[in-house]
């Protein structure tokens, strides 16, 4: 993956960012955003960065090797987490604006344009944006954004598994697979557990 879709943007825009975020459906732990900046003109060439692509599509070990490179090219990087309990207060939807905003608001450098992955995107910050289906599989900056912010929500959940191993969030970062669920049912929720997600196996509605 290119900057080829950022490259037109800079011929009229200095900063462009992407942004993605990672954890809306989980049932456990945080929704966390990342957003991130090349300088205008940027290519990966020669780079491990020419490997970036959407950190679902990328193994562990090889976003792990992109992190310190994005992180070194990027004119601007952050990453920003939402809690369970606002989560639990606002919906997930809200939750995600807002760590997406968050996100924006901690750069070092104020953006011209944000390039938002997905349909739906809201703010208040007064930046121009664009938001892009698939976006993490088409631009470069958004791809990028996609992988800090993936391992920045599996370190947390690592760290979180920790504190209550019996979870398992190591292996599965809260989503709802049988074996979470196995253990909710065991021992109920914990409190990084996201309240307003239903069990329909615990009878919830």
């Known amino acids: 993956m290119f900057t080829d879709y950022e490259f037109p943007l800079w011929e009229t825009i200095d900063n462009i960012c992407g942004i993605d975020e990672v954890g809306r459906g989980p049932l456990a732990g945080p929704v966390v955003a990342g957003a991130v900046m090349f300088p205008r003109w940027f290519r990966p060439d020669g780079s491990v960065l020419e490997q970036l692509n959407d950190s679902k599509k990328l193994s562990a070990k090889m976003r792990e090797e992109l992190v310190p490179e994005i ?3 990027a004119l601007g990087w952050a990453v920003a ?3 369970p309990d606002t989560i639990d207060s606002i919906n997930i939807l809200q ?3 807002l760590a997406m905003n968050n996100a924006v608001e901690s750069l070092s450098v104020r953006p011209d344009l944000l390039l938002v992955d997905g349909n ?5 910050l007064g930046i121009p944006y664009k938001t892009i289906v698939k976006g993490d599989s088409k631009v470069f900056s958004i791809a990028a954004a996609s992988v800090l912010a993936k391992i920045h929500r599996d370190e947390l959940m690592a760290t979180y598994s920790a504190e209550w ?3 398992g969030f190591d292996r599965h970062v809260g989503y709802g697979t049988a074996e979470h669920v ?5 021992y109920g929720r914990c409190p990084i557990h996201r309240k307003s997600f239903k ?5 919830e509605k």
Not at 120 to 124: A, D, I, K, L
Not at 199 to 203: A, I, K, P, S
């Open 95 to 97: 939750a995600t604006m």
């Open 71 to 73: 992180k070194k090219h």
């Open 199 to 203: 069990l329909r196996q615990l009878g």
């Open 81 to 83: 987490a939402v809690e």
């Open 120 to 124: 739906r995107f809201r703010t208040n």
């Open 165 to 167: 191993p019996e979870y």
């Open 182 to 186: 196995r253990a909710i049912m065991q």
